[in-house]
């Protein structure tokens, strides 16, 4: 059968070129018994394929200068790498060396598994970290999406070579992959080097379908597959723990990614309740205003089939109370009181200079495009973009917050 292998170019000036390999495979694709297969699998991809050794890999890319790296999400693997132009054609054939021919050989397993069995242990010991996960485990309760990433020990010690096989087997074929690239490169020799490695690596039959951000501009608007808003389990969990600060994290399910409009505008409002600038709402009133915090954000995470908004701070446990209390005052405020015409225009305009500046990093643009086409299999052109976040109004951004932060809608973790 001959499969599709989705690619796209976007043009940069710069002599480096970034390219990604977004594998539609993570943790939801998991078993309980098996929990963490998919971040050893990315662990994994670089201790030995059919022709290399797990030396060989590290120094294939390395001794050119360039760099290799991968990361595991609960809905995808990735491997991505930077290299001088000169060297795509290299970077290109063992990023899918890695994917299509990796051989997990029993050795290396027991000794990653030693390693991740520490970064557990690492994750476990910082609080700020942890609590996210603890968090989506206890909101997504029997959803695909409630395992955590890095598997628990029990889960991990079950794992043999040949479930990775099975796991890469069933999920690294070219029609579940994205190839991008953001570089000084033409298509034809994109697709030139593309194509000659996975005639070599691959044995079935692979197509490769480039795609190109000019094509976003006939899109209308994002495809909606159906509302995704699904309603998780509330709850309010304490957990005793020998740290100095008190962790919190209070949250609800969200949309999904192909909610459209609705996903649009919480992520408009999460930034202006607590994104990364210091006169976010939060902040302002948390931090500025009764320094009762260091750090204090609001985080949206879309999937497939829904999604999850989370606020979290620490403070001192003495101060938990009152900071619980300003947070839900806030929330509250969020769902009664509309922005107005040039509160909204500020928060657009502030947004919008957010989105260009991370548009101008060429690695975060080389995986959201990966990302995008694996989602909506096509890319978006940052211009096109804009047009969504400028269309938002104010009373979309209330019905958003009526939907997602109200108080009957929240659920709560605290780390005492």
């Given at each position: 059968?001959?499969?599709?292998?989705?690619?796209?170019?976007?043009?940069?000036?710069?002599?480096?070129?970034?390219?990604?390999?977004?594998?539609?495979?993570?943790?939801?694709?998991?078993?309980?018994?098996?929990?963490?297969?998919?971040h050893?699998?990315?662990?994994?991809?670089?201790k030995?394929?059919?022709?290399?050794?797990?030396?060989?890999?590290?120094?294939?890319?390395?001794?050119?200068?360039?760099?290799?790296?991968?990361?595991?999400?609960?809905?995808?693997?990735?491997?991505?790498?930077?290299?001088?132009?000169?060297?795509?054609?290299?970077?290109?054939?063992?990023?899918?060396?890695?994917?299509?021919?990796?051989?997990?050989?029993?050795?290396?397993?027991?000794?990653?598994?030693?390693?991740?069995?520490?970064?557990?242990?690492?994750?476990?010991?910082?609080?700020?970290?942890?609590?996210?996960?603890?968090?989506e485990?206890?909101?997504?309760?029997?959803?695909?999406l409630?395992?955590?990433?890095?598997?628990?020990?029990?889960?991990?010690?079950?794992?043999?070579?040949?479930?990775?096989?099975?796991?890469?087997g069933?999920?690294?074929?070219?029609?579940?992959?994205?190839?991008?690239?953001?570089?000084?490169?033409?298509?034809s020799?994109?697709?030139?080097?593309?194509?000659?490695?996975?005639?070599?690596?691959y044995?079935?039959?692979?197509?490769?379908?480039?795609?190109?951000?000019?094509?976003?501009?006939?899109?209308?608007?994002?495809?909606?597959?159906?509302?995704?808003?699904?309603?998780?389990?509330?709850?309010?969990?304490?957990?005793?723990?020998r740290?100095h600060?008190?962790?919190?994290?209070?949250?609800?399910?969200?949309?999904?990614?192909?909610?459209?409009?609705?996903?649009?505008?919480?992520?408009?409002?999460?930034?202006?309740?607590?994104?990364?600038?210091?006169?976010?709402?939060?902040?302002?009133?948390?931090?500025?205003?009764?320094?009762?915090?260091?750090?204090?954000?609001?985080?949206?995470?879309?999937?497939?089939?829904?999604?999850?908004?989370?606020?979290?701070?620490?403070?001192?446990?003495?101060?938990?109370?009152?900071?619980?209390?300003?947070?839900?005052?806030?929330?509250?405020?969020?769902?009664?009181?509309?922005?107005?015409?040039?509160?909204?225009?500020?928060?657009?305009?502030?947004?919008?200079?957010?989105?260009?500046?991370?548009?101008?990093?060429?690695?975060?643009?080389?995986?959201?495009?990966?990302?995008?086409?694996?989602?909506y299999?096509?890319?978006?052109?940052?211009?096109?973009t804009?047009?969504?976040?400028?269309?938002?109004?104010?009373?979309?951004?209330?019905?958003?917050?009526?939907?997602?932060?109200?108080?009957?809608?929240?659920?709560?973790?605290?780390?005492?």
């Amino acid at each position: 059968m001959n499969e599709n292998m989705r690619v796209c170019l976007m043009h940069s000036a710069s002599p480096v070129v970034r390219c990604a390999l977004t594998i539609k495979a993570g943790t939801r694709n998991e078993s309980v018994q098996y929990n963490g297969m998919a971040h050893l699998v990315e662990h994994m991809l670089f201790k030995g394929t059919l022709k290399r050794d797990s030396k060989s890999i590290n120094n294939c890319l390395e001794k050119e200068g360039g760099e290799l790296n991968a990361y595991t999400t609960k809905e995808e693997i990735v491997i991505y790498a930077t290299v001088m132009k000169e060297d795509f054609a290299k970077a290109a054939d063992l990023l899918l060396e890695l994917a299509l021919t990796s051989q997990f050989p029993q050795k290396e397993l027991d000794k990653e598994r030693s390693v991740i069995y520490d970064e557990i242990i690492s994750y476990k010991d910082s609080p700020s970290e942890s609590i996210y996960d603890h968090f989506e485990t206890l909101l997504f309760d029997g959803h695909p999406l409630y395992l955590p990433i890095l598997g628990e020990k029990k889960s991990l010690r079950r794992i043999t070579p040949q479930h990775l096989l099975q796991f890469t087997g069933e999920f690294f074929v070219p029609s579940n992959m994205v190839f991008s690239i953001v570089g000084n490169i033409t298509e034809s020799h994109a697709r030139r080097c593309i194509d000659r490695s996975l005639a070599r690596y691959y044995k079935g039959e692979a197509t490769l379908v480039f795609r190109s951000e000019s094509e976003s501009g006939i899109q209308t608007s994002l495809p909606e597959k159906s509302s995704s808003h699904l309603a998780g389990t509330v709850f309010g969990k304490e957990v005793l723990k020998r740290n100095h600060q008190a962790h919190c994290i209070i949250g609800a399910t969200a949309y999904s990614y192909y909610d459209g409009w609705r996903r649009n505008a919480l992520t408009l409002l999460c930034n202006i309740l607590g994104g990364p600038a210091s006169n976010s709402r939060l902040n302002m009133l948390l931090r500025e205003k009764y320094a009762m915090v260091y750090n204090i954000e609001a985080n949206y995470t879309p999937y497939t089939d829904t999604g999850v908004f989370s606020i979290y701070f620490g403070c001192d446990k003495a101060l938990l109370d009152k900071c619980r209390t300003l947070v839900y005052r806030e929330l509250e405020k969020t769902c009664t009181a509309p922005l107005s015409e040039n509160e909204l225009k500020k928060a657009k305009k502030q947004f919008l200079g957010q989105l260009h500046i991370s548009h101008d990093n060429a690695e975060s643009q080389v995986l959201a495009a990966g990302k995008s086409l694996l989602v909506y299999d096509r890319l978006y052109s940052l211009e096109y973009t804009m047009k969504l976040v400028e269309a938002i109004t104010s009373e979309q951004l209330l019905q958003v917050a009526k939907e997602v932060l109200g108080r009957e809608h929240l659920s709560e973790l605290v780390y005492r």
